[in-house]
């Protein structure tokens, strides 16, 4: 569904909104067998081959683990103000249980220092999807003592870092690393289980959440405000009417019976505590085998619910009136991952989460792939990168303007990095890295966000596209080469 915008109007975000930026462990810091760091199961599962494209890993990467202050000094002169990180869980605890890593968990708590003198709030992720090699030999998240683990390695970050951080967000997109870790094995740990195994898997994971939100509320040393960050999984509607708009939000209710690619599965527990009768139904024998009790741990608290909103389905009213996929035109646009641009996902996402579990929403991921590159005059130009998130953001800026309670977003990503399973083949960041280098560049987008961030949104709806860079493009100069 086509959503409209003045150009010349002028467009606000609330007054609270938090704008940020975010990455994950595994895929900047690098130093994957430093200083008592242990493996993770995406350095096991990097080693096999062909695993990821053209042989790549993370053992590098940005090096953010030795460039941080560096990465910070420019999240500081991009405006951030907050930075959405992870802790690497084998980085803080080796073996994933028993004895902590000292200087792991320090380079957490220097990571955050920094990150708060510079004014920029962190909102730390207690997993994304670094899983340690060792808990992993011993059935990873399919042994029931799983989520006991990392309850337990939750406690030692939040007693380490709550002091000064405030903001937690439990797992990363459980229908990825569920999903694509155990189901297809496109993703660590590469494991191709049935679906009531791969449910299993899932279910502990959910029973990690409930058991993390209790250790964050327990061992708090300031006021908590926690979330999880799981993927948002959209249909928006192919033509504005009625019929359209509710198979739309029909499909973002729909569990189907040989994926996990679904929103109420995962969310319905976490908020309801039950699992919907449409997955039961789905799902069948495969569902998992739930012991008493187990979703009064599940079914916590929380202060927001995250979402990684990428693109959508378009959707329409199938002649049984039921939801039916819309095949977009020949030739439509798309990132370089082959990810549709549909920004009208980010409407009817935050809408359909809003309003299905009442809670108010943090856009925890967004963004696109390009094939950006430094060009002879230094710059990184990234005109599709500028263009895109301007229609999303305004799409969200609707959602806003009609009561959904979105209190934050976080683009997808600070800097270019290791995209899991790709490899170096994509660049999502704010911030251009040449690997053999480690160079980073600002890419004319960053400066853009800086605008966005400075006017609170304000700049979104009187910048056009064409030009929506160059009044900062002086200051710019002024600012690398000052």
Request: charged share 20%.
């Amino acid at each position: 569904m086509p959503i409209k915008h003045d150009n010349q109007s002028i467009t606000k975000f609330p007054s609270h909104f938090t704008w940020g930026a975010a990455a994950a462990a595994y895929q900047i810091e690098g130093a994957w067998d430093s200083d008592g760091k242990g493996q993770s199961v995406w350095d096991a599962f990097t080693k096999k081959k062909g695993a990821v494209w053209e042989g790549h890993s993370g053992n590098v990467a940005c090096d953010h683990y030795n460039r941080y202050a560096e990465d910070i000094e420019l999240m500081e002169l991009i405006g951030l103000q907050a930075y959405r990180l992870s802790v690497s869980w084998p980085r803080v605890m080796p073996e994933g249980v028993g004895k902590v890593n000292p200087r792991g968990i320090e380079f957490y708590d220097r990571l955050v220092d920094r990150l708060l003198e510079s004014n920029i709030e962190p909102w730390v992720t207690l997993f994304h999807w670094d899983y340690p090699h060792e808990l992993d030999l011993k059935g990873g998240w399919l042994n029931p003592d799983s989520p006991k683990w990392f309850a337990d390695y939750t406690k030692v970050v939040v007693e380490c870092l709550s002091d000064r951080v405030s903001n937690w967000i439990t797992l990363n997109e459980p229908q990825c690393f569920i999903g694509l870790g155990h189901l297809v094995g496109e993703h660590a740990p590469g494991m191709k289980l049935s679906l009531q195994k791969v449910l299993q898997a899932g279910h502990n994971a959910l029973l990690a959440h409930g058991l993390a939100v209790q250790a964050i509320r327990t061992n708090t040393k300031q006021p908590a405000s926690i979330g999880w960050a799981p993927v948002g999984a959209v249909h928006y509607p192919h033509t504005d009417s009625k019929e359209d708009c509710a198979a739309a939000m029909a499909g973002m209710h729909a569990v189907y019976g040989d994926n996990v690619w679904n929103n109420r599965w995962w969310g319905d527990p976490v908020v309801h505590g039950f699992y919907p009768e449409e997955g039961l139904r789905a799902y069948g024998a495969s569902a998992p085998k739930v012991k008493s009790g187990d979703f009064d741990i599940i079914k916590q608290p929380i202060d927001f619910y995250g979402c990684n909103i990428y693109s959508g389905v378009p959707t329409k009213a199938g002649s049984n009136g039921k939801p039916e996929v819309v095949t977009l035109p020949a030739g439509s646009p798309h990132t370089h991952f082959l990810w549709n641009r549909t920004p009208e996902a980010l409407y009817w996402g935050t809408k359909f989460l809003a309003e299905h579990y009442k809670l108010p929403v943090v856009v925890t991921e967004n963004g696109l792939s390009c094939n950006d590159w430094v060009t002879l005059d230094g710059q990184v130009p990234d005109a599709q990168r500028i263009d895109f998130l301007r229609r999303y953001l305004l799409c969200l800026e609707k959602a806003i303007d009609e009561g959904v309670d979105v209190r934050g977003y976080f683009h997808w990503s600070i800097m270019d990095n290791f995209e899991w399973a790709e490899g170096y083949k994509h660049r999502f960041g704010l911030i251009h890295v040449d690997y053999e280098t480690q160079k980073r560049t600002l890419k004319d987008s960053a400066y853009w966000y800086r605008g966005v961030i400075r006017s609170n949104g304000a700049s979104l709806g009187h910048f056009s596209t064409a030009d929506s860079t160059s009044a900062d493009y002086e200051e710019k100069t002024a600012a690398l080469y000052s």
